[in-house]
């Protein structure tokens, strides 16, 4: 049995192990500087930032009067510049505090608070050169950002980083959820593991923690403009290191003074649900910069695309040929009837022949293949009240495919397309930049800007780790950066596994909205490598709620939704929401999330588990007080499993308020889906 302090004792231990951080920092400060610290709004984080006798920039972060982060020193590394690490004194400090509520024209929530204390700390050489650096510090309620200011200075022009010197140091050895960096694919396609510190080597971010001071702690950066990606590299069993993503010739950022690098973000919780629901990271980025926002609009979507995973449409020339006008058309029929305003068409454009991925520069993004008619399909879908979701995909060819972007965004504009799918299936840009370094950050923000230009709103896949930007540009839907349904058709592992989509809302969800494709309601089709869809029919109804995404998905073959019963959720559940709350959560194992629908009265909930059966209780009192709900059901029927019996699935309905408790019980591999709708 446990033993469980009682309260006066918990005290007692947060005070000693107050005075053991500060006996620990009293051995790195510099005898003539003092710590500054402040405190998050509820004063229960605290930053605290000093020199070492050497001048070197260090900070430490505690919350709840537990150690988050022991001193860890900044800095930066140049090719043909001294470093800047050492040598500094204080020269200033600025504090301030701001609380500002803005909202957001679609997400996970309608409202958002940004209330933080700032420190602003100028930094100096004190010898040599003389050069000056400043350091940002905002401290909110749900964690800490900090980034690196670099000011116009004479001894300080163009530079070329060779290195980042941030460091994140642990209290101990903790365990971390984490996937590899570019070790096995270059797109963050990867499962997440749960290792100790010292079983990793360089990971990505989000990286999510779980400490032995039982919080959870996830390191990821914001506001990613003109510069490489920030991934960790692992130096000792407790601490990492930023590791930036280099260009091609070993440079990790080219740059010129004034400059600023991103937020690095450390999101501090006591359970997985306050991750999951922060919005540090949004807070860090700049408010829109597109004044008129009416043509930007949250949807939901089908398209010719699951098929050619399944191998019945080819995306080349053939009698297989996905992307007819025909076949296009009944796509556009199924739509309209069942309240889709999208049809995504991949394999339209000539270039897709042959090996496509070898050499991207074959394709043309406004020439069409013979039997698909851009313009007679637009005004068809228009008629219908569908859009056509247009389709880019460059095979990695981004020099290629900057030369046509105008030319190819102006011709979708035209026809009244006003949202494009962008893939880069190559492990290099241009065969020889990644992804996420400087090069790839500056392509992708291209693309969204030139987007903008022509109304245009984009779901990249093989994207750049989202960071925030869609609040920036919020015709950045949604991207996907993660192990999508996809892998369901073809993955030689035999696809997601039951507990992937428990781990995803603790990991790649927080740096934003994934576009994952759920919705298949087939589990019998066969595959070469034996790939299935590893859940029940409820859960792939459960992740409409579980997995975010603006631009949401039914993955699966028209023909497989008809005389579903269960599709009715699909095609009710809204793609934008009021608010969000995760109810309960134990990562890798299960999560039940609420979310209120935007535009009614509505919630909606999700429920999901690993491959293990249990049974979930949800008080319900997040409902409106005093009202009465018809609560529609979507539960996991007798016998259902995941890997023998996925179809059977319950529709009931009960009355219910905000003082009801419901017991879900979940198959393995299992969900529930729920909608709540006021009774008058």
Known sequence: MKNIKSIPELNLFNKMQKCLLLLILTLFFSCDEKPISILSPDNKNELIFSLTEEGEPQYVLSSRGKNVLLPSKLGFEFEENEAMKEGFKIINIEKSTADVLWEQPWGEFKEIRDHHNELIVHLKEKNGSGRTMNLVFRLFNDGLGFRYIFPKQENLGKVKISNEITEFTFPNEEDVWWIPVHRENSYYESFYRKTPIGQTDTINTPATFETKDSLYVAIHEANLTDFASMTLLKSNEKQYKSELVPWADGVKVYTETPFKTPWRTVIVGENPAQLATSTLMLNLNEPSKIEDLSWIEPSKYIGIWWGMHLEKYTWG???????????????????????????????????????????????????????????????????????????????????????????????????????????????????????????????????????????????????????????????????????????NAWSPDGGNTPEHTTIMPFTRMLSGPFDFTPGNFDFDYKTPNGAMVNTTLAKQLALYVIIYSPQQMASDLPENYKDQQAFQFIKVVPSTWETTKVLDAQIGEYVTTVRKDRNSRNWYLGAITNKKARDIRVELSFLEPDKKYEATIYSDGKDANYKSNPYPIIITNQLVNNKSVLNLELAPGGGSAIKFTPVD
């Not at 739509?335 to 995504?344: I, K, P, Q, Y």
């Not at 991207?360 to 313009?375: H, I, Q, W």
């Not at 984009?458 to 869609?470: A, C, F, R």
């Open 317 to 487: 020339q053939g009698e297989k040929h996905g992307a007819t006008t025909e076949n296009t058309k009944k796509y556009i029929d199924f739509a309209s009837e069942n309240g889709f305003d999208g049809v995504l068409v991949e394999g339209w454009n000539v270039g897709w022949d042959g090996d496509w991925t070898a050499d991207g520069r074959a394709f043309s993004f406004t020439d069409a293949y013979p039997d698909f008619d851009l313009e007679e399909i637009c005004k068809y879908a228009a008629q219908k009240n569908v859009r056509l979701i247009g389709h880019h995909e460059t095979a990695g060819a981004a020099m290629h495919y900057e030369d046509q972007l105008e030319d190819a965004f102006a011709l979708y504009q035209k026809n009244g397309v006003n949202a494009v799918k962008t893939g880069y299936v190559n492990k290099y840009l241009n065969k020889k930049e990644w992804h996420d370094s400087q090069y790839g950050v500056r392509h992708y923000r291209k693309v969204i800007e030139t987007a903008a230009k022509y109304h245009i709103m984009i779901d990249n896949h093989e994207p750049v780790k989202g960071t925030g930007l869609q609040r920036t540009y919020p015709n950045l839907m949604t991207q996907e950066g993660g192990r999508g349904q996809e892998y």
